[in-house]
């Protein structure tokens, strides 16, 4: 199957600082990504779509200047945490679409990025 | 609006028996549906997918699901459990708006007991 990596795995940053998250599909071109995130013991909440080539599109109640996303690149979509802060800390997983083209559409998911603001 | 649901929570079997996972769902068409499974520290793995075709659907690691229409369910199914198959389960929606977003149900955490 189609693989997603993360990087980092985990961070733990300062409050006020910027963080970034990389997620790359590795072995598929993905046009279109996604940003979720995920609290603990709790469901994945979408944030965000990204699409190469343009602006991302967010999910209702999220900051797009807080959380600034970039797909620069059909393998590569980039998630910033700006100023960062304790609320922020999170379990933040992205996920890479597939096999729309053939009728078959998919998400292949990254392994996460685990935030904690200090 | 989209929405699904997964009734449990959590879910405790003894290894060896049979597993069922709730998940109704709420989507104006047809909907394409898919379980997938989340191990600690890990990222989801899907085990199975439905968007056409024969409702009853086979996926990884013996699990099937059967798509109801008539109950808006996709329940999971597992014949006889084992104690790897101890994980978060997420049932989910694809909702095509442009194109397919994902809604997750909050997801079955399963005990599995020696």
């Known amino acids: 199957g189609a693989v997603v990596s993360q990087h980092p795995s985990w961070v733990i940053c300062k409050s006020g600082t910027s963080v970034k998250i990389e997620c790359r599909s590795l072995d598929f071109q993905a046009t279109t990504m996604f940003w979720y995130r995920q609290f603990p013991k709790q469901s994945l909440m979408l944030m965000a779509t990204?699409?190469?080539?343009?602006?991302?599109?967010?999910e209702q109640g999220v900051e797009k200047d807080k959380f600034l996303i970039n797909h620069a690149s059909l393998t590569l979509s980039t998630l910033t945490v700006t100023s960062a802060h304790p609320e922020d800390s999170s379990f933040y997983i992205c996920s890479a679409e597939s096999g729309r083209l053939a009728g078959d559409p998919e998400q292949f998911f990254g392994p996460g990025t685990r935030l904690t603001v200090l | 609006a989209q929405s699904v649901t997964q009734p449990d929570i959590h879910i405790t079997v003894s290894e060896g028996a049979s597993l069922e996972l709730r998940c109704n769902y709420s989507y104006g068409a047809t909907p394409y549906l898919f379980w997938y499974v989340q191990s600690p520290g890990q990222g989801l793995q899907l085990l199975l997918k439905y968007f056409s075709g024969d409702t009853l659907v086979q996926g990884i690691k013996g699990f099937e699901a059967e798509f109801k229409r008539s109950q808006s369910s996709f329940n999971l199914r597992k014949p006889s459990v084992h104690w790897s198959d101890a994980a978060e389960y997420f049932c989910?929606?694809?909702?095509?708006?442009?194109?397919?977003?994902?809604?997750f149900g909050t997801g079955t955490r399963l005990k599995v007991l020696a």
């Open positions: 989910a929606v694809g909702s095509y708006s442009g194109t397919y977003k994902y809604i």
């Open positions: 990204s699409n190469e080539g343009s602006k991302a599109t967010y």
